[in-house]
Protein backbone atom coordinates (compact mmCIF):
# COMPACT_ATOMS: atom_id res chain seq x y z
CA UNK A 1 0.00 0.00 0.00
CA UNK A 2 1.44 3.18 -1.02
CA UNK A 3 0.40 5.91 1.82
CA UNK A 4 2.63 9.17 -0.17
CA UNK A 5 4.78 9.07 -2.87
CA UNK A 6 7.84 8.20 -0.88
CA UNK A 7 5.70 6.11 2.10
CA UNK A 8 4.59 2.77 1.55
CA UNK A 9 2.83 0.43 4.20
CA UNK A 10 3.83 -2.95 4.50
CA UNK A 11 2.88 -5.93 7.74
CA UNK A 12 6.55 -6.99 7.38
CA UNK A 13 9.48 -5.15 6.36
CA UNK A 14 12.91 -7.64 5.82
CA UNK A 15 16.35 -6.16 5.99
CA UNK A 16 18.26 -8.25 3.78
CA UNK A 17 17.21 -11.15 1.09
CA UNK A 18 19.35 -14.36 2.87
CA UNK A 19 18.13 -17.53 2.67
CA UNK A 20 16.45 -16.56 5.57
CA UNK A 21 14.48 -13.90 4.43
CA UNK A 22 13.18 -15.93 1.49
CA UNK A 23 12.52 -18.92 2.91
CA UNK A 24 10.01 -16.95 6.10
CA UNK A 25 8.61 -15.16 2.92
CA UNK A 26 7.95 -18.65 1.53
CA UNK A 27 5.77 -19.80 4.79
CA UNK A 28 4.06 -16.55 5.03
CA UNK A 29 3.47 -15.40 1.56
CA UNK A 30 0.21 -17.76 1.12
CA UNK A 31 -1.13 -16.27 4.38
CA UNK A 32 -1.78 -13.00 2.48
CA UNK A 33 0.92 -10.92 4.89
CA UNK A 34 1.69 -8.08 3.09
CA UNK A 35 5.74 -8.38 2.87
CA UNK A 36 8.59 -6.40 1.81
CA UNK A 37 12.30 -7.28 1.16
CA UNK A 38 15.35 -5.25 1.29
CA UNK A 39 18.46 -5.91 -0.46
CA UNK A 40 21.57 -3.58 -1.08
CA UNK A 41 22.99 -5.83 -3.91
CA UNK A 42 21.60 -5.29 -7.22
CA UNK A 43 20.81 -8.77 -7.79
CA UNK A 44 21.13 -12.75 -6.49
CA UNK A 45 24.46 -13.03 -7.91
CA UNK A 46 26.89 -16.31 -7.90
CA UNK A 47 28.63 -15.95 -4.84
CA UNK A 48 31.83 -17.65 -6.17
CA UNK A 49 31.47 -21.03 -3.73
CA UNK A 50 29.33 -23.75 -3.26
CA UNK A 51 27.42 -24.65 -0.04
CA UNK A 52 25.97 -27.85 1.55
CA UNK A 53 21.88 -27.91 2.40
CA UNK A 54 21.67 -30.46 5.21
CA UNK A 55 18.94 -32.84 5.98
CA UNK A 56 17.63 -30.16 8.02
CA UNK A 57 17.19 -27.54 5.01
CA UNK A 58 16.18 -30.58 2.52
CA UNK A 59 13.14 -31.34 4.81
CA UNK A 60 12.34 -27.20 4.52
CA UNK A 61 12.55 -27.56 0.76
CA UNK A 62 10.42 -29.91 0.62
CA UNK A 63 7.40 -28.68 3.33
CA UNK A 64 7.42 -25.99 1.09
CA UNK A 65 6.93 -27.88 -1.77
CA UNK A 66 10.28 -26.48 -3.33
CA UNK A 67 12.86 -29.81 -3.01
CA UNK A 68 11.85 -31.28 -6.56
CA UNK A 69 12.16 -27.96 -8.39
CA UNK A 70 15.40 -27.55 -6.19
CA UNK A 71 16.91 -30.52 -7.59
CA UNK A 72 16.16 -29.43 -11.34
CA UNK A 73 19.07 -27.15 -10.74
CA UNK A 74 22.79 -27.92 -11.31
CA UNK A 75 23.94 -29.90 -7.94
CA UNK A 76 25.53 -32.65 -6.68
CA UNK A 77 24.26 -35.22 -4.19
CA UNK A 78 26.45 -36.09 -1.34
CA UNK A 79 25.71 -39.40 0.60
CA UNK A 80 28.91 -39.60 2.73
CA UNK A 81 32.16 -36.96 3.02
CA UNK A 82 35.88 -38.54 3.38
CA UNK A 83 38.27 -37.27 5.89
CA UNK A 84 41.57 -37.51 4.97
CA UNK A 85 45.03 -37.03 6.58
CA UNK A 86 47.65 -34.57 5.24
CA UNK A 87 49.18 -37.66 2.76
CA UNK A 88 46.00 -38.33 1.66
CA UNK A 89 45.08 -41.62 3.99
CA UNK A 90 41.62 -42.25 5.03
CA UNK A 91 40.56 -41.46 8.38
CA UNK A 92 37.13 -41.62 8.23
CA UNK A 93 33.92 -41.87 5.87
CA UNK A 94 31.06 -39.96 7.65
CA UNK A 95 28.13 -41.77 6.08
CA UNK A 96 24.35 -40.01 6.43
CA UNK A 97 22.98 -43.52 5.90
CA UNK A 98 23.83 -43.26 9.60
CA UNK A 99 21.71 -40.96 10.57
CA UNK A 100 18.09 -40.43 11.70
CA UNK A 101 16.67 -38.24 9.36
CA UNK A 102 14.26 -39.35 5.81
CA UNK A 103 16.95 -37.50 4.02
CA UNK A 104 20.34 -39.55 4.03
CA UNK A 105 22.35 -37.32 2.36
CA UNK A 106 23.22 -33.60 1.37
CA UNK A 107 22.71 -31.73 -1.29
CA UNK A 108 25.49 -29.70 -2.45
CA UNK A 109 24.65 -26.57 -4.72
CA UNK A 110 25.52 -22.68 -5.46
CA UNK A 111 23.49 -20.51 -3.69
CA UNK A 112 22.77 -17.98 -5.56
CA UNK A 113 20.13 -20.64 -7.81
CA UNK A 114 18.68 -21.79 -4.22
CA UNK A 115 17.99 -18.09 -3.58
CA UNK A 116 16.59 -17.79 -7.25
CA UNK A 117 14.17 -20.59 -6.98
CA UNK A 118 12.85 -19.21 -3.97
CA UNK A 119 12.94 -15.89 -4.67
CA UNK A 120 10.90 -16.77 -8.34
CA UNK A 121 7.91 -18.92 -5.86
CA UNK A 122 7.11 -15.65 -4.43
CA UNK A 123 7.12 -13.52 -7.87
CA UNK A 124 2.76 -14.82 -8.10
CA UNK A 125 2.13 -13.33 -4.51
CA UNK A 126 1.96 -9.90 -5.72
CA UNK A 127 1.69 -8.93 -2.30
CA UNK A 128 5.55 -9.75 -1.62
CA UNK A 129 8.13 -7.11 -2.90
CA UNK A 130 11.78 -7.74 -3.13
CA UNK A 131 13.37 -4.58 -3.83
CA UNK A 132 17.62 -4.71 -4.84
CA UNK A 133 19.88 -2.09 -4.84
CA UNK A 134 17.86 -0.44 -1.46
CA UNK A 135 19.93 -0.09 1.10
CA UNK A 136 18.37 -0.24 4.97
CA UNK A 137 19.37 3.00 7.15
CA UNK A 138 17.32 3.05 9.96
CA UNK A 139 14.27 2.70 12.16
CA UNK A 140 12.03 4.02 14.99
CA UNK A 141 9.20 2.13 16.75
CA UNK A 142 6.83 3.44 18.89
CA UNK A 143 3.01 2.23 19.66
CA UNK A 144 1.76 2.15 16.02
CA UNK A 145 4.21 0.37 14.15
CA UNK A 146 8.01 0.80 13.41
CA UNK A 147 9.07 2.95 10.65
CA UNK A 148 11.99 2.05 8.54
CA UNK A 149 14.00 4.11 5.96
CA UNK A 150 16.16 2.85 3.62
CA UNK A 151 18.31 4.41 0.11
CA UNK A 152 17.53 3.53 -3.25
CA UNK A 153 18.76 5.70 -6.06
CA UNK A 154 20.29 8.69 -3.85
CA UNK A 155 16.61 8.73 -2.46
CA UNK A 156 15.62 7.80 0.91
CA UNK A 157 12.21 6.42 1.28
CA UNK A 158 10.46 5.41 4.02
CA UNK A 159 7.94 1.99 5.01
CA UNK A 160 5.23 1.57 7.71
CA UNK A 161 5.27 -1.53 9.06
CA UNK A 162 4.49 -3.53 12.24
CA UNK A 163 7.50 -5.61 12.59
CA UNK A 164 10.65 -5.52 11.04
CA UNK A 165 13.58 -8.37 10.44
CA UNK A 166 16.98 -8.19 10.36
CA UNK A 167 18.21 -10.80 8.07
CA UNK A 168 21.24 -8.23 6.93
CA UNK A 169 23.80 -10.81 7.94
CA UNK A 170 27.07 -10.82 10.25
CA UNK A 171 27.23 -7.04 10.22
CA UNK A 172 23.52 -6.33 10.73
CA UNK A 173 22.94 -2.69 10.81
CA UNK A 174 19.47 -3.97 12.39
CA UNK A 175 21.19 -5.70 15.34
CA UNK A 176 23.16 -2.54 15.61
CA UNK A 177 20.74 -0.02 15.56
CA UNK A 178 18.41 -1.98 18.29
CA UNK A 179 21.48 -1.70 20.35
CA UNK A 180 20.91 -5.67 20.87
CA UNK A 181 23.70 -7.06 23.65
CA UNK A 182 26.01 -10.05 23.23
CA UNK A 183 29.49 -10.33 20.64
CA UNK A 184 29.90 -10.35 17.25
CA UNK A 185 33.81 -10.86 16.03
CA UNK A 186 35.39 -12.65 13.38
CA UNK A 187 37.35 -16.15 14.27
CA UNK A 188 41.32 -15.69 13.97
CA UNK A 189 41.99 -18.10 10.87
CA UNK A 190 39.71 -17.26 7.77
CA UNK A 191 39.24 -19.10 4.34
CA UNK A 192 40.34 -18.79 1.16
CA UNK A 193 38.04 -20.30 -1.56
CA UNK A 194 37.89 -20.85 -5.32
CA UNK A 195 35.77 -22.24 -7.76
CA UNK A 196 36.96 -24.20 -10.71
CA UNK A 197 35.31 -24.76 -14.19
CA UNK A 198 36.29 -28.09 -15.80
CA UNK A 199 36.73 -28.53 -19.38
CA UNK A 200 33.32 -31.06 -21.00
CA UNK A 201 35.57 -33.69 -22.08
CA UNK A 202 35.44 -34.79 -18.43
CA UNK A 203 36.38 -38.51 -19.23
CA UNK A 204 40.01 -36.94 -20.31
CA UNK A 205 40.89 -35.27 -16.61
CA UNK A 206 42.87 -36.61 -13.81
CA UNK A 207 40.42 -39.16 -11.84
CA UNK A 208 41.26 -36.84 -8.57
CA UNK A 209 39.51 -34.03 -10.70
CA UNK A 210 36.64 -36.00 -12.08
CA UNK A 211 35.61 -37.89 -8.57
CA UNK A 212 32.52 -35.74 -7.39
CA UNK A 213 33.15 -37.49 -3.63
CA UNK A 214 33.99 -34.79 -1.03
CA UNK A 215 37.22 -34.69 0.55
CA UNK A 216 38.36 -33.07 3.77
CA UNK A 217 42.46 -33.49 3.73
CA UNK A 218 43.47 -32.07 7.55
CA UNK A 219 47.13 -31.14 8.40
CA UNK A 220 48.39 -29.66 11.21
CA UNK A 221 47.88 -25.59 10.75
CA UNK A 222 45.89 -27.14 7.37
CA UNK A 223 42.44 -27.85 5.99
CA UNK A 224 41.59 -28.09 2.33
CA UNK A 225 38.05 -29.02 1.31
CA UNK A 226 37.62 -29.95 -2.28
CA UNK A 227 33.81 -30.85 -3.37
CA UNK A 228 31.82 -30.66 -6.12
CA UNK A 229 28.39 -29.16 -7.17
CA UNK A 230 27.84 -30.00 -10.21
CA UNK A 231 29.09 -32.80 -12.90
CA UNK A 232 31.57 -29.53 -14.09
CA UNK A 233 32.06 -27.17 -11.11
CA UNK A 234 34.31 -27.78 -8.47
CA UNK A 235 34.56 -25.71 -5.14
CA UNK A 236 37.76 -25.92 -2.54
CA UNK A 237 38.30 -24.20 1.02
CA UNK A 238 41.45 -23.56 2.64
CA UNK A 239 42.25 -22.69 5.98
CA UNK A 240 44.35 -19.71 5.60
CA UNK A 241 45.88 -19.10 9.42
CA UNK A 242 45.81 -15.80 11.08
CA UNK A 243 44.01 -14.90 8.04
CA UNK A 244 47.70 -13.75 6.78
CA UNK A 245 47.41 -13.69 3.48
CA UNK A 246 50.75 -12.55 2.79
CA UNK A 247 52.91 -15.30 4.78
CA UNK A 248 50.16 -17.48 3.47
CA UNK A 249 51.69 -16.39 -0.57
CA UNK A 250 55.20 -15.91 0.66
CA UNK A 251 56.52 -19.19 -1.22
CA UNK A 252 54.68 -18.61 -4.21
CA UNK A 253 51.28 -19.08 -5.79
CA UNK A 254 53.01 -22.37 -7.56
CA UNK A 255 54.29 -23.74 -4.48
CA UNK A 256 50.80 -23.05 -2.87
CA UNK A 257 48.92 -25.03 -5.56
CA UNK A 258 51.46 -28.02 -5.48
CA UNK A 259 50.81 -28.46 -2.54
CA UNK A 260 47.14 -28.96 -2.87
CA UNK A 261 47.92 -30.85 -6.14
CA UNK A 262 49.64 -33.61 -3.74
CA UNK A 263 46.21 -34.02 -2.34
CA UNK A 264 44.29 -33.48 -5.27
CA UNK A 265 46.62 -34.60 -8.23
CA UNK A 266 45.64 -32.70 -11.05
CA UNK A 267 44.36 -29.36 -8.99
CA UNK A 268 47.62 -27.63 -10.03
CA UNK A 269 47.16 -27.56 -13.42
CA UNK A 270 43.12 -26.84 -13.32
CA UNK A 271 43.29 -24.53 -10.83
CA UNK A 272 46.01 -23.14 -13.26
CA UNK A 273 43.54 -22.60 -16.50
CA UNK A 274 41.41 -21.42 -14.50
CA UNK A 275 42.87 -17.88 -13.16
CA UNK A 276 43.90 -19.16 -9.90
CA UNK A 277 47.85 -18.94 -10.14
CA UNK A 278 46.92 -15.09 -9.67
CA UNK A 279 46.84 -15.03 -5.77
CA UNK A 280 44.27 -12.14 -6.07
CA UNK A 281 41.77 -14.91 -7.64
CA UNK A 282 42.23 -16.59 -3.96
CA UNK A 283 38.70 -14.96 -2.48
CA UNK A 284 39.14 -14.95 1.21
CA UNK A 285 35.83 -15.76 3.18
CA UNK A 286 35.91 -14.46 6.87
CA UNK A 287 34.27 -16.26 8.86
CA UNK A 288 32.07 -15.07 11.97
CA UNK A 289 30.24 -15.52 15.36
CA UNK A 290 27.63 -13.66 16.72
CA UNK A 291 26.35 -14.61 20.14
CA UNK A 292 23.47 -12.77 21.10
CA UNK A 293 21.45 -12.47 24.97
CA UNK A 294 18.43 -11.81 23.03
CA UNK A 295 17.00 -11.96 19.08
CA UNK A 296 13.45 -9.73 19.30
CA UNK A 297 12.60 -6.35 20.84
CA UNK A 298 9.36 -4.57 20.41
CA UNK A 299 8.97 -4.32 16.37
CA UNK A 300 12.32 -6.31 15.65
CA UNK A 301 13.40 -10.08 15.57
CA UNK A 302 16.82 -11.13 14.08
CA UNK A 303 17.29 -14.11 12.31
CA UNK A 304 20.41 -15.73 10.22
CA UNK A 305 23.59 -14.88 10.65
CA UNK A 306 22.25 -11.73 11.74
CA UNK A 307 21.55 -13.30 15.00
CA UNK A 308 23.93 -16.34 15.40
CA UNK A 309 26.62 -16.44 12.19
CA UNK A 310 28.48 -19.63 13.16
CA UNK A 311 31.85 -21.46 12.15
CA UNK A 312 31.09 -23.11 8.72
CA UNK A 313 32.86 -26.15 10.72
CA UNK A 314 29.32 -27.21 11.59
CA UNK A 315 28.15 -26.11 7.72
CA UNK A 316 25.04 -25.43 8.92
CA UNK A 317 24.54 -21.51 8.84
CA UNK A 318 22.51 -21.87 5.95
CA UNK A 319 20.51 -24.24 7.47
CA UNK A 320 20.19 -22.71 10.62
CA UNK A 321 19.14 -19.16 8.92
CA UNK A 322 16.05 -21.53 7.23
CA UNK A 323 15.23 -22.88 10.50
CA UNK A 324 14.79 -19.90 12.10
CA UNK A 325 12.39 -19.04 9.10
CA UNK A 326 10.25 -22.43 9.91
CA UNK A 327 10.05 -21.26 13.82
CA UNK A 328 9.28 -18.06 13.04
CA UNK A 329 6.46 -17.72 11.10
CA UNK A 330 3.69 -19.22 13.03
CA UNK A 331 5.29 -17.26 15.86
CA UNK A 332 4.94 -14.29 13.26
CA UNK A 333 1.84 -15.04 12.02
CA UNK A 334 -0.06 -15.23 15.25
CA UNK A 335 1.54 -12.15 16.59
CA UNK A 336 0.26 -9.62 13.53
CA UNK A 337 -3.44 -10.95 14.11
CA UNK A 338 -3.33 -9.10 17.16
CA UNK A 339 -1.86 -5.93 17.43
CA UNK A 340 -0.20 -3.27 15.28
CA UNK A 341 2.82 -3.34 16.29
CA UNK A 342 4.44 -6.64 17.33
CA UNK A 343 5.56 -6.87 20.47
CA UNK A 344 9.01 -8.72 22.28
CA UNK A 345 6.39 -10.96 24.47
CA UNK A 346 4.99 -11.85 21.35
CA UNK A 347 8.28 -12.95 19.58
CA UNK A 348 9.69 -14.94 22.93
CA UNK A 349 8.72 -18.49 22.05
CA UNK A 350 10.91 -17.71 18.72
CA UNK A 351 13.76 -16.89 20.83
CA UNK A 352 13.67 -19.12 23.27
CA UNK A 353 13.35 -22.16 20.72
CA UNK A 354 16.05 -20.82 18.64
CA UNK A 355 18.93 -19.34 21.27
CA UNK A 356 19.55 -22.93 22.47
CA UNK A 357 20.49 -24.91 19.13
CA UNK A 358 22.54 -21.94 17.88
CA UNK A 359 24.54 -21.91 21.24
CA UNK A 360 25.04 -25.64 21.11
CA UNK A 361 26.24 -25.16 17.82
CA UNK A 362 28.17 -22.54 18.39
CA UNK A 363 29.73 -24.45 21.45
CA UNK A 364 30.56 -27.46 18.90
CA UNK A 365 32.25 -25.22 16.17
CA UNK A 366 34.63 -23.91 18.59
CA UNK A 367 35.91 -27.16 19.80
CA UNK A 368 36.22 -28.32 16.24
CA UNK A 369 37.95 -25.23 15.12
CA UNK A 370 40.03 -25.59 18.33
CA UNK A 371 41.10 -29.23 17.27
CA UNK A 372 40.71 -29.25 13.23
CA UNK A 373 42.54 -25.91 13.07
CA UNK A 374 45.36 -27.20 15.41
CA UNK A 375 49.31 -27.39 14.45
CA UNK A 376 50.55 -28.56 17.41
CA UNK A 377 51.06 -32.42 16.45
CA UNK A 378 49.94 -33.92 19.65
CA UNK A 379 46.71 -32.72 19.15
CA UNK A 380 46.69 -33.73 15.73
CA UNK A 381 47.62 -37.47 16.69
CA UNK A 382 44.97 -37.72 19.15
CA UNK A 383 42.99 -35.87 16.49
CA UNK A 384 43.58 -38.39 13.92
CA UNK A 385 42.70 -41.03 16.31
CA UNK A 386 39.55 -39.70 17.44
CA UNK A 387 38.35 -39.50 13.75
CA UNK A 388 39.70 -43.47 12.98
CA UNK A 389 37.86 -44.53 16.31
CA UNK A 390 34.44 -42.63 14.87
CA UNK A 391 34.82 -44.52 11.60
CA UNK A 392 34.84 -47.59 13.94
CA UNK A 393 31.90 -46.93 16.01
CA UNK A 394 29.14 -46.83 14.24
CA UNK A 395 26.75 -45.15 17.23
CA UNK A 396 29.70 -42.49 17.53
CA UNK A 397 28.89 -41.57 13.87
CA UNK A 398 25.59 -41.58 13.86
CA UNK A 399 25.84 -38.43 16.77
CA UNK A 400 27.96 -36.95 14.13
CA UNK A 401 25.68 -36.68 11.48
CA UNK A 402 22.81 -36.41 13.55
CA UNK A 403 24.44 -33.28 14.50
CA UNK A 404 25.78 -31.91 11.24
CA UNK A 405 22.50 -33.14 9.04
CA UNK A 406 21.30 -30.14 11.75
CA UNK A 407 17.67 -32.35 12.87
CA UNK A 408 19.01 -32.31 15.93
CA UNK A 409 22.30 -31.69 17.75
CA UNK A 410 23.72 -34.33 19.76
CA UNK A 411 27.20 -33.63 20.45
CA UNK A 412 29.78 -36.26 21.58
CA UNK A 413 30.17 -36.75 25.04
CA UNK A 414 33.44 -36.34 26.90
CA UNK A 415 33.52 -40.13 27.65
CA UNK A 416 32.10 -40.72 23.35
CA UNK A 417 35.34 -38.99 22.98
CA UNK A 418 37.76 -41.26 25.32
CA UNK A 419 36.24 -44.29 23.46
CA UNK A 420 36.45 -43.13 20.08
CA UNK A 421 40.31 -42.27 21.06
CA UNK A 422 40.84 -45.58 22.02
CA UNK A 423 39.28 -47.14 19.51
CA UNK A 424 41.53 -45.48 17.09
CA UNK A 425 44.41 -45.80 19.44
CA UNK A 426 44.22 -49.90 18.30
CA UNK A 427 45.49 -51.03 15.27
CA UNK A 428 42.71 -51.28 12.50
C1 LIG B 1 33.35 -20.32 3.96
C2 LIG B 1 31.89 -20.51 4.30
C3 LIG B 1 31.26 -21.71 3.99
C4 LIG B 1 29.93 -21.92 4.33
N1 LIG B 1 29.35 -23.12 4.04
C5 LIG B 1 28.10 -23.37 4.44
C6 LIG B 1 27.47 -24.63 4.18
O1 LIG B 1 28.05 -25.52 3.54
N2 LIG B 1 26.20 -24.83 4.62
C7 LIG B 1 25.53 -23.88 5.32
O2 LIG B 1 24.39 -24.13 5.73
N3 LIG B 1 26.08 -22.66 5.56
C8 LIG B 1 27.34 -22.38 5.15
N4 LIG B 1 27.89 -21.15 5.39
C9 LIG B 1 27.10 -20.13 6.09
C10 LIG B 1 26.07 -19.43 5.18
O3 LIG B 1 26.70 -18.86 4.07
C11 LIG B 1 25.36 -18.31 5.95
O4 LIG B 1 25.09 -18.72 7.26
C12 LIG B 1 24.03 -17.93 5.30
O5 LIG B 1 24.22 -17.46 4.00
C13 LIG B 1 23.34 -16.84 6.11
O6 LIG B 1 22.14 -16.50 5.51
P1 LIG B 1 21.32 -15.24 6.00
O7 LIG B 1 19.88 -15.53 5.71
O8 LIG B 1 21.70 -14.90 7.37
O9 LIG B 1 21.73 -14.05 5.04
P2 LIG B 1 23.13 -13.60 4.44
O10 LIG B 1 23.58 -14.62 3.45
O11 LIG B 1 24.06 -13.20 5.52
O12 LIG B 1 22.68 -12.34 3.60
C14 LIG B 1 22.48 -11.08 4.18
C15 LIG B 1 21.92 -10.15 3.12
O13 LIG B 1 21.67 -8.89 3.71
C16 LIG B 1 22.01 -7.89 2.77
N5 LIG B 1 22.28 -6.66 3.54
C17 LIG B 1 23.22 -6.46 4.50
N6 LIG B 1 23.12 -5.21 4.99
C18 LIG B 1 22.07 -4.62 4.35
C19 LIG B 1 21.47 -3.34 4.42
N7 LIG B 1 21.90 -2.40 5.27
N8 LIG B 1 20.43 -3.08 3.59
C20 LIG B 1 19.98 -4.02 2.72
N9 LIG B 1 20.51 -5.24 2.61
C21 LIG B 1 21.54 -5.55 3.42
C22 LIG B 1 23.23 -8.44 2.05
O14 LIG B 1 23.38 -7.84 0.79
C23 LIG B 1 22.88 -9.93 1.95
O15 LIG B 1 22.21 -10.22 0.75
C24 LIG B 1 29.21 -20.90 5.02
C25 LIG B 1 29.84 -19.69 5.31
C26 LIG B 1 31.17 -19.48 4.96
C27 LIG B 1 31.82 -18.18 5.31
Given at each position: MTVDNRTEAFDIVISGAGIGALTLANYLAPLGFRILILDRRPAFDPVHRGELVQPLGLSILEELSLLDELKKLPHTVYRSFDFL?????????????????????????????????LAKNLSSHAHVVIRHESDFRGFSVDSSGVTATYERGGETWTVLARILVGDDGRHSRVREIAKIPGTAAPYRDSYLGGSLLLPEDLASLPPAIADTSGRYFLGPRSIFFFFSVSDRRRFFLVLLPNRDREKFFAG??????????????????????????????????????????????????????????????????RNQAMEDARVLAPVLSKALLSAPLVRRESLLPYEKARIPVTRALHRLADEMTHVWNSGNPFVVRLREAAFRGIGRMPALENKIVTTIGGTRIVPLTPWDKLRALFAGLLPG
Open positions: DEGGRLLMKSSYEAGPSPFHYALAIEPHLMDHLGTAHVLGRLDRQIPGFAEMATRNGLDDPGRFMELPVWKVDLERWCDDGIVLMGDAAHAMNPHVAQG
